[in-house]
Structure formats: structure tokens, C-alpha cells
């Protein structure tokens, strides 16, 4: 699939000096759900808004469909679309206006049928003549994302698309964007909620003080770079570990009955059948086996923290 | 060009224009009935004319000036500053128009009100006292002139205002003495040699003059100086803002 975004070397200074944006390279290829991740300030909207054209970069290249942001921004900023963070709307406005007011100034023609159907995707249809003041907050995150779709963008850039919205509207989101995918447009989005990113995307970028320190398909890093839980639950409480089981590096729950042992995914061997083999061994009867694999959540906190332990080193 | 995109501007400001009509134009009708109440009446009784025009008649363009100034300049700087402030701004930024096009969308539609405005006044005056038009054509001119360039001007004060009261400063600490400076209620000559002289550094003296020469053919200096005061700060206003944009007017940092 040939790449639809590609960003090279890309830093980025505030006035303050301070560094946002560090030596940044990204590949996004058409069609695809992207999802950046990182903590607060780690660079995830500023990365946005540069390719977005809100705010300027300072070196670097950034090509959309192969073609410069800078040089030929009016093609470029034709196929991007940006739902910002913020509901930043203006409250006085209809949102029949407000969606299409965003349609003309990226330059098209108007078209009421379109818009007429896009607010009937995103069940805003019977809100178009209310003023933006009396939307409810997840009805504002739908006229943004109209907004952002008014001109029908190939590239549609999600900054943080649920954050502050309840959990029933979230699945809601997410059941919006997976269409918008469906139809083609290729998906870039921020998020806190990894669980979101876990949901949604197909590839996965984490980025941290300004730099982007992995990226890969969300699959394979669940499965590379995560750990596995074995539990089993014992047909009665064992007092101490002792006999064949205390070579082994597990733990013990407070009731004495459930043994844990983590073990990666990504190791040749495990010890799973040597360790079930010393529990018949011991005579212990097992009364239940289950496992556990960690989740996109715990991956990233342990690559962040991995990151930060390095710059502090360095 | 990207035309829609200007229009949509365009259109979205005036739409705002429309919203708050009432308070746009109630607010400079009644500033100018006072003004003629004040003006017209109560010292009108003791000027009865100069320049061999009635007093009343004479403040007209006087009038018309300040309310046009400083409309232009509040429409504009407020029409920039808002989505800067509400961070609608964004789409804006992220849109395929270029610098030139977002300046024409709100300097277009900030002079614009301000011709409207502008008109009414015209319309207003003659409730109150005759008003000639010797030269229409080259009153528009200064008209339409002037309602651009302070609504450049505006936009410039728009860009910079860190708030609310940035956008009141300039107009009330600056241009409105200027107006008030510049001849709008009298004519320079009435003035000591002294005052006069120092009239003559007042840019707004040249916009009246040229303006209410247009109305009466009196002026306080000539037709040539006036247009080239009010072309040279169109041009000052527009490299200003071209420098600022080139520089990522302040928003892009």
C-alpha cells in the first residue's frame, strides 16, 4: 500500500526554545487507522497541527500524497481534514452554517445534498437549524468531525476524538470513525485511551518528549513486546512454596490458591509444562488454568517509563 | 484563488453583521444625533458657518470620518481576533488559502460594514441638516478608500491583541483624539499658527480635508496631499501585514 503521509526529519522549536518535535519520521500509509500515542506534551498535537499547516515547523519535510505541505499546501490542505482536541466551535452559529462555512473555505463548491448527508451519518440531521451553544458536548465533537469532513478529505486527522466524552458515545465514536475508514479515508488519531487505540487501529506510533520511539502494527507489538499471565488456581490453599516449585519465580495471592507466573511471549521456551509437570509432581491438584496477556495499555506505560529512565540517564 | 473560501469569510462575517444589526447601526446613529445635537445645535448657534458652508452641514464628513475609522478598525480587529480567541482560528490556519485571501475575506467584509455604516450616516444627516455631494464619485473614493485601509489597520490590531482591551486601545487612546484633532468640528485655519502647524502632523486632517472636499470643495490642504496620506498608509498597513504573516503571524509560532 504506497504511503499517503511521509514525514522526514521533522523538528520543531517554540519561541521559549523549548523543543517539541525532535528529528521526527513517519510513514502512513493509505487507507490505514493510525493511532499516536504518548503522554501529555509528548509532541502528538504539535506533530498535527505541522502537518496541518496551524503551525509552522522549523526543518524537515512533510509530503501528503507525495507532494510538499509547504510548496503545494492548497492540494495538500484539500485532503486533510483536523478535528482539533478543543470543542472550539462558534456557539452563535447554526451548525448548517458552521458545516458549511468549513466546505467553503476549503474551496469547494457548495453542495447541500453531501452536507445534508453527512449530518444524517453523524444523527445531526435533526439538529442542523440549533445554534452550536445548545448541542450537547458529544453533539459538538460530531459538528467538528462534519466539519472536518464538509470538504471530503482522503486524510482525516482524530486529535484526542473522545476525550471528555462518556463512555456510551465513545463506542459511538469509534463505531463513526471505523466507517469514515471503510469509505477510504485514512485515519490519524491521538488518544489517552489506549484502549481506544487498541480498538481502532491497525498501526501504532508512540511518541515521547518530542520524539518517536516505536512504531509497528498494533498486533505485532501486542505480541512482541508483550507478557503473558498463567494463573492457576489450586484445589486447596498451600501453606509455603516449597519442594520442585521453588525454582520457579511466581507469586502466591493472598488466599494461597492462585499461582501467577508471567512469562514473554517472545522467548523460544517457556516453563509452563515443566512447571505444571513439578505441581503433579508436589501433589497439588489444580482446580482451574487461565492466562492473561497484557494489554496495549501496560506496553506503552513500560516503553515510556523504559524512555524516561533514558533521558534521564543521558 | 480560492474564491469559496474567501466568500465563505466573507459571508460568515457579514452573517455576524446581520445578527447584531440592531446594535450595529442603532449605536452610530445615535452617536451622530448627538454629535449634531451637541455639535449642530448648541455651538452650530454660535459658528453659524465656515468656509461659507452652515456648521451643521460643514461636521458632516467630519462625522462621517470618525464613525467610518473607527468602525473599520473595531469590525476588522474584532472579526480577526475573535476566532483567535474562541481557537476556531484552526480551520482557518488549515485551510488551501493564502495569506492575501484570509486578509481580503476580512478586510472585505469589515469595509464593507463600514460602507453600510457609513451610508446610514449620510442618511442620517440629512434629518438634521442639508448635505451636498459636489463630487460623489470621488466621495466614494475616499469612502471606499478609507474603509479598507483602516480595516487593515484593524486586522493588524486583531493579529497583535492579546485581549479584549487590546483591541479598545489604539482606537480610543489613538485614532479617536486624531479624529477629534484632525478637523472634524472645525476648520484648521481657526486655529493659532502654532496648532495649525502642528495639525499638519495629523494624518486624519488629510482624510477629512480630502473627504469633506469632496462634499463642499473646501478643504484645509489639497486633494493630492490627502490621497497620497491615505495611499501611503494603505500601503504601510498592507506591508505590515504581510510582514507579520510571512513571520507566521504570531499564531503559527
Known sequence: MKNILEIKNVTKFYKNSVKALENVNLNIKEGEIFALLGPNGAGKSTLINSICGIVNFNTGTIKINNMDIIKNYRATRKMTGIVPQELNLESFETVWNNVNYSRGLFGKRPDHNYIEKLLKQLSLWDKKDNKIKELSGGMKRRVLIAKALSHQPKLLFLDEPTASVDVELRKDMWDVVKKLNKDGVTIILTTHYIEEAEELSDRVAVINDGKIILVDDKDKLIEKLGEKTIKIELLEPIENINGNLTKYNFTLDQTNKIISHTYNLNSNTTDITELLNDIKRDGIEIKDINTEQSSLEEIFIKLIKENNNELVRN | ?253
Open chain 2, 1 to 253: 484563488m480560492n474564491w469559496y473560501g474567501i466568500k465563505a469569510i466573507y459571508i460568515h462575517e457579514m452573517e455576524r453583521f446581520r445578527r447584531t444589526l440592531f446594535q450595529s447601526l442603532a449605536s452610530p446613529i445615535i452617536t451622530t444625533s448627538l454629535y449634531f445635537v451637541v455639535f449642530g445645535s448648541a455651538i452650530g448657534s454660535r459658528i453659524t458657518e465656515i468656509d461659507g458652508i452652515n456648521y451643521g452641514s460643514y461636521i458632516v464628513p467630519g462625522m462621517i470620518m470618525l464613525t467610518i475609522l473607527t468602525q473599520s478598525i473595531s469590525n476588522a480587529s474584532f472579526a480577526f481576533y475573535f476566532p483567535r480567541f474562541t481557537n476556531t482560528i484552526y480551520e482557518i490556519l488549515a485551510a488551501p488559502l493564502s495569506s492575501f485571501e484570509i486578509v481580503l475575506g476580512f478586510v472585505g467584509a469589515a469595509a464593507s460594514k463600514s460602507l453600510i455604516i457609513g451610508c446610514v450616516i449620510i442618511l442620517t444627516a440629512n434629518f438634521f441638516v442639508d448635505v451636498r455631494i459636489d463630487h460623489p464619485l470621488l466621495m466614494m473614493f475616499f469612502l471606499i478608500l478609507t474603509s479598507i485601509t483602516f480595516a487593515l489597520f484593524g486586522f493588524i490590531i486583531g493579529m497583535y491583541a492579546e485581549g479584549f482591551e487590546g483591541l479598545q486601545i489604539i482606537p480610543i487612546l489613538v485614532i479617536t483624539p486624531l479624529v477629534f484633532l484632525g478637523g472634524s468640528f472645525y476648520s484648521i485655519n481657526m486655529l493659532p499658527e502654532f496648532w495649525q502647524k502642528i495639525s499638519l502632523l495629523n494624518p486624519v486632517l488629510y482624510l477629512i480635508s480630502g473627504f469633506r472636499y469632496s462634499f463642499y470643495e473646501v478643504s484645509d490642504v489639497s486633494l493630492f496631499t490627502s490621497t497620497l496620506t491615505i495611499l501611503t498608509i494603505l500601503i504601510g498597513c498592507i506591508i505590515f501585514i504581510t510582514y507579520t504573516f510571512s513571520k507566521g503571524y504570531r499564531i503559527k509560532d
